[in-house]
């Protein structure tokens, strides 16, 4: 990477693919150039991630080493797996059965799902042949000597559209599941053991595969890709977004942001910065390469999080996405888990406290949110469990405020408060990383996408609701009151107090020229939310543009950095920050 390559003026509305420039000749496409690297290599280990397609894999590159006259021993890590009755019985325990939409963060490693002995096997067992090449994941703990490990990397959002397409598996399943069945299986383990192996051969890759455009796969050096993040780590950085339709989506994004497929039917999520589900894009002579997220974690921590990464380790906490309603409809009325309760039944470290900024509100915009001050818990779960039942319609406004919804307001939503967000708002979720764990008591008797009824979950919801936060408590604790807190030439800093439960704070920025700060250590994730473009320079002189609704990461050894209106009119950044 080199400074001069990170500026871009030619950007005038939102990027869906936010790339980061790698230098010249650093990222590779298509199989022949992996041939080429295997064959100077004679012994490789391919390790990756659960839904990468291996076969197709294995069989491009048999191809081309065979029509090179090439003989190759496979060792395919699948044929050492455990088998699937002993997978299934392993695994069982973390999935909290099949009427919840939950279970728990695992405990097993990587190795818990393979036969050691078979292991021992296949590197005991020697074939004649040119190269051997080890496939599959935990290749790496089937070290053939000297041998370069290479890792095929999968966006999350990928791999779901595979598992939503039925073309994958579970990690050592034969046959697909349903959709959800496979989506927490993948989330309480296969991800978590699969996250944990990565970080345990992080210093041990040689190159890295982007797996997903199987047809033309790319590649690059590890070592020129750590430079890259320790660039990104030091300086500014944006992680790709993503954009999910939902039985409530609206019609915002659709309308502002140009490059999104038209066709779809609404658009209710933008994944803008869910690190576990999103990735870094990088760019080299117009090819792209999409690592996860993970990677800058285990490379940089500490220059990402500075004084915080005691607390965090390699976890981002900060959260940002879009919820859309639009032209939609209402989210379900709901609530999160409690610290000890995500914790004890869940196995998250940390919990789904949030709040609501208002990017842009329409006709009628609202935010349900706290209790009625005579709010009956009995009568409210009675009313809730006869809708569940016999579909009856609750009205909800009877036991739930609704407060309306203005541009620039800041709703608070700790943990335990009831809480939705109405038509036609697009709403700026700053949140904790945790994103899962949505306790649904009512939603509006409407079905999903699918034509299924969404999971209604009032049995975990009553045991974390605090009905104390009702009546006038609403107004005076879950809306933000923001204050001016510095008036300097050219830029005005107002803060916007979250909850004292929050473990993160936000302020607003109103500037006319620019404004400069010290990060002071600590990570700082930022959004243009009125106006069109910014320049962000960092202390080593980096410079990026950024355009209305892009999210921004400022990490703690960026040092300071400068924010420069590029409009003719004052813009407002929202800054959340950690306490």
Same mark, same amino acid.
């Given at each position: 990477?080199?400074?001069?390559?990170?500026?871009?003026?030619?950007?005038?509305?939102?990027?869906?693919?936010?790339?980061?420039?790698?230098?010249?000749?650093?990222?590779?496409?298509?199989?022949?150039?992996?041939?080429?690297? %295997?064959?100077?290599?004679?012994?490789?280990?391919?390790?990756?991630?659960?839904?990468?397609?291996?076969?197709?894999?294995?069989?491009?590159?048999?191809?081309?080493? @065979?029509?090179?006259?090439?003989?190759?021993?496979?060792?395919?890590?699948?044929?050492?797996?455990?088998?699937?009755?002993?997978?299934?019985?392993?695994?069982?325990?973390?999935?909290?059965?099949?009427?919840?939409?939950?279970?728990?963060?695992?405990?097993?490693?990587?190795?818990?799902?393979?036969?050691?002995?078979?292991?021992?096997?296949?590197?005991?067992?020697?074939?004649?042949?040119?190269?051997?090449?080890?496939?599959?994941?935990?290749?790496?703990?089937?070290?053939?000597?000297?041998?370069?490990?290479?890792?095929?990397?999968?966006?999350?959002?990928?791999?779901?559209?595979?598992?939503?397409?039925?073309? %994958?598996?579970?990690?050592?399943?034969?046959?697909?599941?349903?959709?959800?069945?496979?989506?927490?299986?993948?989330?309480?383990?296969?991800?978590?053991?699969?996250?944990?192996?990565?970080?345990?051969?992080?210093?041990?890759?040689?190159?890295?595969?982007?797996?997903?455009?199987?047809?033309?796969?790319?590649?690059?050096?590890?070592?020129?890709?750590?430079?890259?993040?320790?660039?990104?780590?030091?300086?500014?950085?944006?992680?790709?977004?993503?954009?999910?339709?939902?039985?409530?989506?609206?019609?915002?994004?659709?309308?502002?942001?140009?490059?999104?497929?038209?066709?779809?039917?609404?658009?209710?999520?933008?994944?803008?910065?869910?690190?576990?589900?999103?990735?870094?894009?990088?760019?080299?002579?117009?090819? =792209?390469?999409?690592?996860?997220?993970?990677?800058?974690?285990?490379?940089?921590?500490?220059?990402?999080?500075?004084?915080?990464?005691?607390?965090?380790?390699?976890?981002?906490?900060?959260?940002?996405?879009?919820?859309?309603?639009?032209?939609?409809?209402?989210?379900?009325?709901?609530?999160?888990?409690?610290?000890?309760?995500?914790?004890? @039944?869940?196995?998250?470290?940390?919990?789904?406290?949030?709040?609501?900024?208002?990017?842009?509100?329409?006709?009628?915009?609202?935010?349900?949110?706290?209790?009625?001050?005579?709010?009956?818990? @009995?009568?409210?779960?009675?009313?809730?469990?006869?809708?569940?039942?016999?579909? +009856?319609?609750?009205?909800?406004?009877?036991?739930?405020?609704?407060?309306?919804?203005?541009?620039?307001?800041?709703?608070? %939503?700790?943990?335990?408060?009831?809480?939705?967000?109405?038509?036609?708002?697009?709403?700026?979720?700053?949140?904790?990383?945790?994103?899962?764990?949505?306790?649904?008591?009512?939603?509006?008797?409407?079905?999903?996408?699918?034509?299924?009824?969404?999971?209604?979950?009032?049995?975990?919801?009553?045991?974390?609701?605090?009905?104390?936060?009702?009546?006038?408590?609403?107004?005076?604790?879950?809306?933000? +009151?923001?204050? =001016?807190?510095?008036?300097?030439?050219?830029?005005?800093?107002?803060?916007?107090?979250?909850?004292?439960?929050?473990?993160?704070?936000?302020?607003?920025?109103?500037?006319?020229?620019?404004?400069?700060?010290?990060?002071?250590?600590?990570?700082?994730?930022?959004?243009?939310?009125?106006?069109?473009?910014?320049?962000?320079?960092?202390?080593?002189?980096?410079?990026?543009?950024?355009?209305?609704?892009?999210?921004?990461?400022?990490?703690?050894?960026?040092?300071?950095?400068?924010?420069?209106?590029?409009?003719?009119?004052?813009?407002?950044?929202?800054?959340?920050?950690?306490?």
């Amino acid at each position: 990477m080199n400074n001069s390559s990170i500026l871009s003026t030619k950007s005038k509305s939102y990027e869906i693919l936010p790339v980061h420039h790698l230098g010249q000749d650093q990222i590779h496409k298509g199989f022949d150039s992996l041939v080429s690297y %295997i064959v100077a290599n004679k012994a490789v280990n391919i390790d990756g991630y659960v839904g990468v397609d291996w076969a197709y894999i294995r069989h491009q590159l048999d191809v081309r080493l @065979k029509e090179q006259g090439f003989s190759i021993h496979w060792v395919d890590t699948a044929d050492a797996l455990k088998n699937e009755d002993e997978i299934d019985e392993m695994t069982r325990p973390f999935l909290g059965g099949a009427s919840t939409v939950w279970g728990k963060k695992t405990d097993l490693t990587l190795a818990d799902f393979f036969d050691q002995e078979k292991i021992i096997k296949s590197k005991s067992f020697t074939k004649e042949a040119d190269l051997t090449i080890t496939i599959g994941p935990n290749a790496s703990s089937f070290a053939t000597a000297h041998a370069k490990l290479l890792y095929i990397d999968l966006p999350k959002n990928e791999l779901q559209y595979r598992m939503r397409r039925k073309e %994958i598996v579970n990690l050592g399943a034969v046959q697909p599941d349903d959709a959800q069945s496979m989506y927490k299986r993948f989330y309480f383990v296969d991800w978590v053991v699969l996250n944990l192996h990565k970080e345990q051969i992080f210093d041990k890759v040689d190159v890295m595969i982007d797996g997903q455009h199987q047809d033309t796969v790319t590649w690059s050096y590890m070592d020129k890709l750590i430079e890259g993040l320790k660039e990104l780590s030091t300086s500014v950085f944006r992680v790709k977004p993503w954009f999910e339709p939902g039985a409530w989506g609206g019609q915002w994004l659709k309308r502002h942001i140009k490059d999104l497929n038209q066709e779809a039917v609404n658009y209710a999520w933008s994944f803008e910065l869910i690190v576990p589900e999103n990735g870094l894009l990088f760019e080299s002579n117009g090819h =792209l390469l999409e690592i996860s997220f993970d990677w800058l974690m285990f490379a940089r921590a500490e220059a990402v999080l500075g004084k915080h990464v005691t607390k965090y380790g390699t976890a981002f906490p900060i959260r940002f996405d879009f919820l859309d309603t639009f032209d939609g409809g209402n989210l379900s009325i709901q609530c999160h888990p409690s610290l000890k309760y995500i914790r004890e @039944k869940f196995g998250e470290r940390i919990t789904q406290d949030e709040t609501y900024y208002i990017m842009d509100a329409g006709e009628g915009a609202s935010v349900y949110i706290g209790f009625q001050e005579d709010i009956d818990p @009995k009568e409210f779960r009675k009313d809730l469990m006869d809708s569940q039942i016999y579909g +009856k319609e609750v009205d909800i406004e009877r036991y739930v405020q609704k407060l309306p919804a203005e541009k620039h307001d800041l709703f608070l %939503i700790p943990n335990g408060t009831v809480h939705s967000a109405g038509k036609n708002n697009l709403v700026l979720e700053i949140s904790a990383t945790p994103y899962i764990f949505t306790f649904k008591m009512y939603d509006w008797l409407r079905m999903d996408l699918d034509g299924k009824p969404r999971p209604i979950n009032i049995d975990h919801a009553f045991q974390n609701l605090d009905f104390n936060r009702k009546g006038s408590v609403v107004e005076d604790e879950l809306k933000a +009151k923001p204050y =001016l807190l510095k008036n300097e030439d050219g830029w005005q800093l107002f803060h916007y107090p979250t909850h004292a439960e929050h473990f993160y704070d936000v302020h607003q920025i109103v500037i006319s020229t620019f404004y400069q700060e010290s990060t002071e250590n600590a990570c700082r994730v930022l959004m243009l939310v009125d106006g069109a473009r910014l320049m962000v320079e960092t202390a080593d002189g980096v410079k990026r543009t950024y355009n209305y609704a892009e999210t921004f990461v400022i990490p703690a050894a960026a040092g300071s950095y400068t924010i420069i209106n590029l409009d003719e009119e004052p813009i407002k950044v929202v800054k959340a920050f950690l306490k």
